[in-house]
């Protein structure tokens, strides 16, 4: 097929990135985020997964020769393979819902000739030019490092990305037709509820996913390092769990034969009774703040608190009295830890994109600084139509407060993945939490009464 093209015509990023590669590789036209900075042709669109019948990134998803089906990276375990190939250095490998035999992702598929447009498996209902890479010669490794620069991180690219809107527009099925996918948006359902009433409405939604050791954020990065904090405390220490919230972490504490007393003031603490009663722990949860946990127990009443993902969801009105009350319950020489989301690496301050936004892969994440500095309350969904408020602070901000109220920073960590977990959840650590931290746990030690 030739390359030629009209001016009315688009090209696809893709194929346009492969053919600088590749002289034989054959463009298509793009039919897909034509308003976008990444339009796309249908081989390089999104394909729609057998099982969950969501439509996929082309890098996201593969294709079962046996099965004829596709099964996309959300619903099946995958593992990632380093390798160099047209333009890219890794590919996920993904396990098939129905056979359970291991296939590449699609733009791996493309590289060695097995995508199913290319063998003849999908007879796709549109014209589609496809390349035989078997018949070309390799490109030198120089001349893909230019190209994967040039494309996925050119400034223009980023400029225009910005000022397009993102719409799911069409996805292939196994049949090779095109089908249209509604992206369906909700709106926010609780806006004029104040913070702590925004989290009971999703204190069962949490719970379901944290009751069993937390959900993945706090398994595999934030408790581990918590925890760890704490092994050189004293056993018999009393321990306040602040924000406790559906009590998963008092749990844990307590598994480990520690003394826990968990406050929450929101419905999560509703949870935490109850599934005490369950498992038959005994933990004190009280739905209290801390400024009610310092007038219930007083001052000099335990020797840890712990504020586990908490001090961000505090509004900027009652953060010093919670510090403050904090600092106040503890002992002299007493033990603050507490985890936040990192303000640096997290929005607001950070802004990620992906180019192209559906892409399932890290290294089309792009970061752009936003507001660092100042102090901003925004929202974030946890859960689809009910968002919670982060507010955000500067590290400063918090070192203040802690110094107004008599603490030192011992130690502060920003959790890193282990070599095992990136390996592991590749798509959730591989360039992405393993080159920027977005937690930040803290030691701190009461110096004295403030
Ligand atoms: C992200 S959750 C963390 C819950 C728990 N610590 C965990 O690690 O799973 C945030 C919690 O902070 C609680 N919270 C919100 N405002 C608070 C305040 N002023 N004082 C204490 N806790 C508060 C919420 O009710 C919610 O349970
Ligand atoms: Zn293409
Ligand atoms: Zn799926
Ligand atoms: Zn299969």
Redesign the pocket.
């Known amino acids: 097929m030739e390359n030629v093209l009209n001016s009315d015509q688009t090209l696809c990023f893709y194929c346009l990135s492969y053919s600088k590669l590749f002289s034989d590789y054959p463009w298509n036209q793009a039919v897909l985020d034509k308003d976008t900075a990444t339009p796309r042709c249908y081989l390089h669109g999104r394909y729609v997964c057998s099982s969950c019948r969501l439509p996929r990134h082309f890098n996201g998803i593969a294709w079962c020769n046996r099965c004829s089906a596709f099964t996309c990276v959300k619903c099946m375990p995958h593992k990632v393979q380093f390798k160099r190939f047209l333009v890219y250095r890794h590919y996920y490998e993904i396990q098939c819902t129905k056979c359970g035999s291991i296939n590449p992702a699609l733009e791996y598929a493309e590289a060695i000739g097995t995508h199913p447009f290319q063998t003849g498996k999908i007879k796709p209902s549109f014209p589609i030019n496809v390349w035989l890479p078997f018949l070309t010669p390799e490109p030198t490794p120089s001349s893909a490092d230019k190209v994967l620069n040039e494309e996925l991180n050119g400034k223009q690219r980023i400029e225009s990305y910005l000022q397009k809107p993102h719409i799911i527009t069409k996805a292939i099925d196994e049949t090779g037709k095109a089908l249209k996918v509604d992206n369906k948006i909700q709106t926010p359902q609780n806006i004029d509820s104040t ?2 009433a925004k ?1 009971s409405k999703i204190a069962l939604h949490y719970h379901e996913r ?1 009751k069993e050791g ?1 959900d993945f954020h ?1 398994r595999e990065l934030i408790a581990p390092h918590v925890l760890g904090l704490l092994e050189t405390i004293p056993k018999h220490s009393r321990i306040v ?6 009590g ?2 008092s749990r844990i504490m307590f598994e480990k034969g520690r003394n826990v007393v968990g406050i ?3 419905d ?1 603490i509703d949870f935490a009774i109850s599934y005490a009663e369950v498992k038959g722990y005994d933990i004190d949860y009280i739905k209290l ?2 400024a009610g946990a310092l007038e219930k127990f007083g001052s000099n009443s335990f020797d840890v608190a712990i504020a ?3 001090l961000m ?2 509004d900027d009105d ?1 953060i010093d009295l ?1 510090i403050g009350s904090i600092s106040q319950m503890l002992t002299e020489k007493g033990i603050f830890i507490f985890s936040i989301l990192h303000p640096a690496f997290t929005p607001p301050a950070l802004k990620p994109f992906r180019l192209p936004w559906d892409s399932d892969k890290n290294s089309d994440k792009i970061y752009l600084v936003g507001d660092y500095i100042n102090n901003q309350n925004i929202e974030i969904s946890l859960v689809s139509g009910f968002p919670t408020n982060h507010f955000h602070r500067p590290l400063s901000y918090y070192a203040s407060l802690l110094k107004e109220h008599g603490f030192v920073i011992e130690e502060m960590i920003e959790p890193k993945p282990t070599p095992e977990q990136v390996l592991t959840y590749p798509r959730e650590m591989f360039m992405d939490y393993d080159r920027m931290p977005i937690f930040l746990v803290v030691k701190a030690l009461k110096l004295r009464q403030a």
């Open positions: 913070p702590i989290w944290s937390g706090h769990d602040v924000g406790c919230g559906e998963y972490l929450d003031p929101s999560m703040d801390a586990n993902m908490v969801d505090i009652n919670t």
